[in-house]
């Protein structure tokens, strides 16, 4: 938990602040940032994979140290970017790690949580939101200074937080891998429903991205509501996670439920995605209210989308390949990372109001697939428990 939260207080950072850093401290481009991004993500979805299976294979807590230490010199590395390549570099290496770190940690997470880690993922989710309050607080004061040295203290900051996390995470006592069964080495990539869930997961999780990525650009260039607001936005999401994450997550505790939720998050999106496109072109205090209350119901569907990916990626992944299957899983948040920024700055920026229409009628038929593609799942998982298991039998006869 301790390690958990210092990571994420880095994190908070960079996630209220990092796009305005190369954006308005660096002068890059925004659609130069999306691409990068946009790169950076595909660079993620090759690593998550193979490092969740040295996890499960070697042990985590090591595999996972390393992860948080590259982030930490990728991150460091943020403040001498100087042009597009530079920043792409950076953010390439730091978003692998990243990647990386979410699949080695699921073995540990599987572990400490005993039979519902699910549930101790939640409580995880909501120190996370902790730490990411008190990360948007600082950034509040970067964007508001606005120089490039405040902005190059936040990546050392965030750089720092990364190195204390691993340390902390060392003095835990190591797990023991879990044995390999029989089957195909990388049987996650082979699992066709699990893929699909991963993918709907995906489309579903550019939702962090509004949050991150949409809201900063489209309040700072075409609302008038005050720029302070941008850590107000991102205040208020966190307080709602850290109240009512772990409670949202009780009553999703089987793949159907999941799916539920995947299905009430889809619609909460497009509501709110309708709400923020109404902030253009009206009073700052207007513009302010709309957005927080956009925030306030996309924050409703973020909790219910976090706590059905919860379920369905651990209840559907076997003991033994929970790193593996986990780093699958975290293909959906990597194609988030890799297309996530470029869509939202094209259809949401670029484009403008209609934009916002087309990117929450997405989420809203995503959170409508979601349920046939669980049961797909649960079924398919029955089908190979009964293959396995009349060798057994006939062993005991």
Request: charged share 10%; with cysteine; glycine share 12%.
């Amino acid at each position: 938990m301790a390690s958990n939260f210092v990571y994420t207080v880095g994190s908070g950072l960079y996630l209220t602040a990092g796009v305005l850093f190369f954006t308005e401290a660096v002068h890059l481009p925004a659609d130069q940032v999306g691409l990068g991004l946009g790169i950076a993500g595909l660079v993620a979805l090759a690593l998550g994979v193979a490092v969740g299976h040295l996890a499960d294979r070697y042990g985590a807590r090591g595999v996972y140290a390393a992860t948080l230490v590259v982030q930490a010199l990728a991150t460091a590395g943020f403040v001498l970017v100087d042009g597009f390549w530079p920043f792409v570099l950076a953010v390439g290496a730091a978003a692998g790690a990243k990647a990386a770190g979410t699949a080695a940690r699921s073995p540990l997470i599987r572990h400490y949580g005993g039979d519902r880690p699910q549930e101790f993922r939640a409580h995880l989710r909501a120190v996370t939101n902790v730490g990411i309050s008190l990360g948007a607080l600082g950034a509040g004061w970067v964007v508001q200074v606005g120089t490039l040295t405040a902005y190059q203290l936040m990546a050392i900051g965030n750089a720092t937080a990364f190195v204390v996390s691993a340390a902390l995470l060392l003095l835990l006592p190591p797990v023991a891998p879990v044995p390999a069964v029989g089957g195909p080495r990388w049987m996650a990539l082979r699992d066709r429903p699990y893929l699909l869930l991963t993918v709907l997961d995906g489309i579903m999780a550019i939702q962090f991205k509004v949050l991150t990525v949409a809201i900063p650009l489209w309040l700072v260039g075409a609302t008038r509501a005050p720029h302070w607001l941008i850590s107000g936005t991102m205040l208020t999401g966190t307080v709602m996670v850290v109240a009512l994450q772990v409670r949202a997550s009780r009553s999703v505790d089987s793949p159907v439920a999941g799916g539920l939720a995947y299905r009430r998050a889809g619609v909460a999106f497009l509501v709110s995605c309708s709400m923020i496109s109404l902030a253009a072109g009206i009073p700052a205090w207007a513009a302010a209210t709309v957005l927080i209350t956009a925030v306030v119901i996309h924050t409703v569907g973020e909790l219910w989308h976090s706590a059905a990916g919860f379920e369905v990626s651990f209840a559907l992944a076997p003991r033994h390949s929970t790193g593996q299957y986990l780093g699958v899983f975290g293909l959906g948040a990597g194609l988030a990372e890799a297309f996530g920024p470029g869509l939202l700055i094209v259809l949401c920026i670029t484009w403008g109001r209609p934009g916002w229409f087309v990117m929450g009628a997405l989420f809203g038929l995503t959170g409508l697939t979601a349920p046939f593609a669980v049961r797909w799942a649960q079924h398919h998982q029955h089908a190979r428990q009964i293959h396995r298991e009349p060798p057994a039998k006939a062993r005991v006869a």
